[in-house]
């Protein structure tokens, strides 16, 4: 139902670099619309991560990185840390409505 | 510090209502549209409600149109979602999260989100 497609998961090694790609269309992504990334730790609260596409929020660590082009996005993370592992959601908007993407587990290996 | 403190799930039986608050502290709450979004067990984020600083523009997600309602009191700095005819598939952990600006606009994000009280639909 989610109109914004993730990878259901990605993995690495500690240290390595992962990237998660978040796929939207011209009526969202591609209409101009930014692209947020959210972080959820297990049990917890989602917790904004990347806001307007390329920004993070003070605290967040320069690990983490988004990028957008086209209809799509993508969430990088540098360095891998044991820490990072979570789910993460992109956000944008459609049509009068607020989209998130279907969500990628990030495992650490 | 901003906090957001969400009550009023529990378990109830399909077609019944209920009533989610939020409590809101630590910001100008009536400077901030206010969002609902749900979670249901194992799986991704809905959003499924949103309302702007002064209510004078309202949104719903498909699935809730017509059997939700979104209300605020500034007064109170709550946040509510009042959610009739509730069915199975309405289970799930409703978040209460802050807008970024005090208009629902399509570049906006959620931060922060509160915990989530869970709602449970089953006979």
């Known amino acids: 139902q989610s109109v914004l497609t993730q990878p259901p998961s990605v993995s690495g090694a500690p240290g390595q670099r992962v990237t998660i790609s978040c796929t939207g269309s011209?009526?969202?992504?591609?209409?101009?619309?930014?692209v947020h990334w959210y972080q959820q730790l297990p049990g917890t609260a989602p917790k904004l991560l990347i806001y307007?596409?390329?920004n993070r929020p003070s605290g967040v660590p320069d690990r983490f990185s988004g990028s957008k082009s086209g209809t799509s996005a993508s969430l990088a993370i540098t360095g891998l840390q044991a820490e990072d592992e979570a789910d993460y959601y992109c956000?944008?908007?459609?049509?009068?409505?607020?989209?998130f993407g279907t969500g990628t587990k990030v495992t650490v290996l | 510090e901003v906090q957001l403190v969400e009550s009023g799930g529990g378990l109830v039986q399909p077609g019944r209502s209920l009533r989610l608050s939020c409590a809101a502290s630590?910001?100008?709450?009536?400077?901030?549209?206010m969002h609902w979004v749900r979670q249901a067990p194992g799986k991704g984020l809905e959003w499924v409600s949103g309302?702007?600083?002064?209510?004078?523009?309202?949104g719903y997600a498909d699935s809730v149109k017509g059997r939700f309602t979104i209300s605020r009191d500034n007064a109170k700095n709550s946040l509510y979602l009042q959610m009739n005819s509730l069915r199975a598939e309405d289970t799930a952990l409703y978040y209460c999260?802050?807008?970024?600006?005090?208009?629902?606009?399509?570049?906006?994000?959620?931060?922060?989100w509160g915990q989530g009280t869970l709602v449970t639909v089953s006979s």
């Open positions: 999260a802050k807008d970024r600006t005090g208009n629902q606009e399509g570049d906006n994000w959620f931060d922060p």
């Open positions: 630590g910001f100008t709450f009536d400077d901030y549209a």
């Open positions: 309302i702007s600083w002064n209510s004078g523009s309202i």
């Open positions: 011209s009526s969202n992504i591609g209409a101009g619309y930014d």
């Open positions: 307007g596409n390329s």
């Open positions: 956000q944008s908007y459609d049509s009068s409505h607020y989209v």
